[in-house]
Each structure stands twice: as C-alpha cells, then as structure tokens.
C-alpha cells in the first residue's frame, strides 16, 4: 500500500512535471537527460524521474523524496548567497519548528563531536563541503552542501571542563528562496543525519 510520502511525493512530481520550466536544469542546477535530472544531494547521485526520485539508485518514497521534489518545484535562478549565515530561528514562520530543529539538527550530534571533528575533511568532501569564511568562530566548523543551493554551516565546540560540548547549524542567507520553511528545517535533520551516517 502506498504512503503518505510516497503520495506526496508522486503529487509533487506530477505538479513538477506537468509545467516544467525550460531552464529548470540551470536552477537546481542539475545535468538533464530528457526529462531526467541529475545532480548530488544528501551526499548521493540523486535522479529525478517522472515516475519517481532516487539517491543513489534507491527510491525515495518518503522524508527524503518529499525534501528533493520540493527543493525541485521551488527551483529559481537565484544564486546560492552563502554569507552572512543565518540561524534558523532568523527565518521567518519558523518559530513552531524551532524546538524539532534543534533537537534533530543541533543535538543529534552532540555524542559524536569528536568523531565529527576527525572524519571532518571525508565530511566535507561527501557532502560537497568547503572550510568555513576565517570570521567564523569555534573549536572546528565546515560548510556542507546537501542541495545544490542550500548549504549547511556546523559549527563545533568541544567539552571541556566546564562545559559540555555544543553544536550550531546555520543556513546559507537565503536558503528560504529554494524550500519553504518546514522542508528548510527537514534538510538540516537529514543532512545530520547523513553526517552520522558517515561516521559510522
């Protein structure tokens, strides 16, 4: 029996599809073959297809395909404009969705702090990183890429003495042009999640 996801995802390809822009390889940006795009997201080979989205070569029929087909539909030919980051809660509407952001975006890596900071560099890589701008400050911080247009700041501070350790997340300035709101604080769950994932 199909899901929730995978009908919201079937719809969403189905509204994608049935007035697709020209230019809409150059907005995600992606490589088009036909009516099949291709482009990294999530740290994968991600495929949009009208009968479905993968990430390397696996269906995603639920939180993930929801996350890419709707980044597709919001697609523009607005440049990502990384500086200055924003937190979440500096994005308007995003108040009822500040307490899950922070709990499964920021506190999700809490008890992995240290295997982040010596995997950080296969991180960066995976996920399409770059080092973060010199002004940032903490114990160790990347910039990830989990859409094409929406990049993830992380900023780390180890535990000491007095403090345990912490972690913020940050949002390219106007990632809010490419997903709304809900989706934007759903791509900070997943892409913690891919960071645990690759430490594994």
Not at 49 to 76: R, T
């Amino acid at each position: 029996m199909e899901s929730n996801y995978a009908k919201i995802v079937k719809e969403n390809l189905d509204k994608l599809y049935s007035q697709l822009p020209n230019d809409i390889e150059i907005s995600i940006p992606a490589k088009r073959k036909g009516d099949v795009f291709e482009f990294k997201a999530f740290g994968g080979a991600c495929t949009i297809h009208p009968d479905g989205i993968f990430i390397d070569a696996k269906k995603q029929d639920e939180a993930m395909g929801i996350l890419v087909s709707l980044y597709a539909l919001h697609a523009n030919t607005e440049p990502c404009r990384l500086e200055p980051f924003k937190a979440f809660k500096e994005f308007p509407d995003s108040m009822p969705y500040i307490g899950a952001f922070t709990t499964h975006t920021e506190k999700i890596l809490l008890p992995h702090v240290n295997k982040i900071k010596t995997s950080a560099q296969g991180i960066m890589e995976r996920l399409g990183g770059q080092e973060t701008p010199p002004d940032i400050t903490g114990d160790f911080s990347f910039v990830v890429r989990p859409l094409p247009k929406i990049a993830l700041c992380y900023i780390f501070y180890d535990a000491d003495d007095d403090f345990p350790p912490s972690v913020t997340c940050l949002y390219s300035n106007n990632a809010l042009s490419f997903i709304p709101i809900a989706g934007m604080a759903d791509v900070g769950e997943y892409t913690s999640k891919a960071i645990i994932d690759l430490i594994k």
